[in-house]
């Protein structure tokens, strides 16, 4: 299963630092969306980010919709594709502990971890944008990105990390008009939401290249906190 990292990583890297490459690049951003979102941040957990001559492979994270989510990507056995809820496939590991990238204690085992904390060779830390919509609020666990494990205090991002909550919206973007409900049996109760935030979405890749191209630094952090009111409890 971990060889997907393995091989994600050195795709990257023979892209940037072998001259034979036909495909040569200067930088490179990643974006991953809700599986490959959790994905990404599962990659950052176990240290790949460096390849295996001691050189920094992503320069960029672009991670949506994730959550505070990981998931069945290094375990023995894995299905890459599940994912635990609640009241469903929760014997599928996805949001597990460490859910912040600095380091917290698991009140369970005792453990201190943080998605970071694998990371050696701290100059191979990526920039990573976050962003997440109401769902991952309520399905992903979104809120232990930028808040202790108890939910009872914020816990402030490192200067490599933005977090932008995307309000109201939904996992994805739902089309607008909707279709024939006629067709859909649930469709007069259940409609997806058509919020469009890919507008959003395409800026923040402008500024997530300015970012590592440049060095400029992009819009602050934009989420719910619990020192200002704006993160609540259900």
């Known amino acids: 299963m971990g060889l997907g990292f ?3 990583r050195d795709l990257i890297a023979y892209a940037k630092y072998d001259p034979s ?4 690049v200067r930088s490179g951003i990643a974006i991953g969306i809700s599986q490959t979102g959790r994905f990404l941040r599962h990659l950052l957990y176990q240290g790949f980010n460096s390849d295996e ?13 994730a959550g505070a989510g990981r998931g069945s990507f290094n375990h023995r056995f894995g299905q890459p594709s599940r994912d635990a809820h609640r009241y469903s496939a ?13 380091a917290q204690v698991d009140p369970v ?5 943080g998605l970071f904390a694998h990371t050696f060779n701290a100059d191979h830390l990526p920039y990573v944008f976050y962003t997440n919509t109401g769902y991952e609020y309520w399905g992903r ?6 808040t202790t494990v108890d939910g009872k205090r914020d816990m402030d991002l490192y200067p490599n990390e ?7 919206g939904q996992h994805f973007v739902e089309r607008f008009p909707p279709g024939d409900a006629s067709k859909l049996p649930d469709a007069q109760a259940y409609r997806g939401n058509p919020l469009n935030f890919l507008v959003t979405m395409r800026a923040l890749l402008t500024r997530m290249v300015e970012w590592v191209r440049d060095g400029a630094e992009p819009p602050l952090n934009a989420y719910p906190r619990i020192d200002s009111g704006t993160l609540v409890p259900p």
């Open 21 to 24: 490459s036909p495909f040569p």
């Open 109 to 113: 085992t005792g453990a201190t971890d």
């Open 53 to 65: 001559r001691g050189r920094k492979a992503f320069d960029g994270l672009m991670i949506h919709t």
């Open 6 to 8: 393995a091989a994600i």
């Open 162 to 168: 933005r977090f932008y909550h995307l309000a109201s």
């Open 141 to 146: 666990a979104a809120a232990l990105i930028t």
């Open 90 to 102: 929760f014997f599928y590991p996805t949001d597990i502990f460490p859910f912040s990238s600095r």
